[in-house]
């Protein structure tokens, strides 16, 4: 019998296909989608020195996104960690990633298990390991083995804000810094409450002089004192 292809349904998923997942992948990289013979979507990836530019055509014109993959290797796990994680998840080390949309305000701000999960990061980009999941896969179960790789993840994210700044723009890393949610998530909590705590200690932000300095001893103009507000305006 001859089989009937629903190109629309086709159509719907390779639209919903995870585009940023071949950012993952070591080498450069192309995939291409067709439905029947025809071409539908084509990805591409390539380094460019320390970036990633991920381009997608569908047609003749590409969209192109530029991104930072910055990487750490969690090892040395807690025994505690390790009995948490059990035989499918539990290994001597995990890599950890997190990639860096450099060029737009990102589509998401999420946790991936190497593809998508429904816990959001609260930090601009991908962050990426072998988190133990639910088991619809879309949500982080709180135990000791998340609980490790999010302090790990906690460094990566720190260490790496300070190379996010530019020489045209030495405030360009705070775009990249914890964003406050509204939303009970124990996640994200977790591992920004570490990210606060290095990045106190740290200088990360530029002070007037375009210079990194640590947080607690930069000055700020006193706009939201309302006497010194109410003597400007007069």
């Not at 990487?71 to 807690?78: G, I, M, S, T």
């Not at 949500?139 to 998340?146: K, M, P, R, S, V």
């Not at 030495?170 to 775009?175: A, E, K, L, Q």
């Not at 964003?179 to 998530?185: D, H, L, S, V, Y």
Request: contains cysteine.
């Amino acid at each position: 019998f001859p089989v009937t292809i629903n190109h629309n349904r086709l159509k719907e998923e390779i639209e919903s296909f995870p585009l940023e997942m071949i950012l993952f992948l070591e080498p450069n990289i192309q995939v291409e989608f067709l439905l029947g013979s025809d071409p539908y979507l084509k990805l591409e990836k390539t380094r460019n020195g320390s970036t990633t530019m991920l381009q997608v055509f569908r047609g003749d014109r590409p969209e192109v996104s530029e991104w930072k993959i910055c990487a750490r290797v969690a090892k040395n796990f807690d025994p505690v960690a390790l009995q948490d994680a059990t035989l499918l998840h539990a290994r001597e080390s995990s890599p950890i990633l997190w990639a860096i949309p450099l060029d737009q305000r990102p589509r998401q701000d999420s946790f991936w298990a190497f593809f998508p999960t429904k816990t959001a990061s609260r930090v601009p980009g991908i962050i990426n390991s072998f988190w133990k999941l639910d088991a619809g896969r879309d949500h982080l179960i709180e135990g000791a083995w998340n609980r490790a790789l999010l302090e790990e993840a906690a460094q990566l994210v720190s260490q790496t804000l300070l190379s996010l700044t530019t020489a045209g723009d030495p405030g360009n890393n705070i775009d990249y810094f914890p964003r406050k949610g509204e939303e009970k998530n124990w996640a994200a909590d977790a591992m920004i409450e570490k990210i606060w705590e290095h990045l106190v200690e740290t200088k990360v932000i530029a002070n007037a002089q375009r210079d990194p300095g640590l947080p607690k001893v930069l000055l700020r103009p006193p706009l939201d004192d309302e006497s010194i507000s109410a003597v400007r305006l007069s």
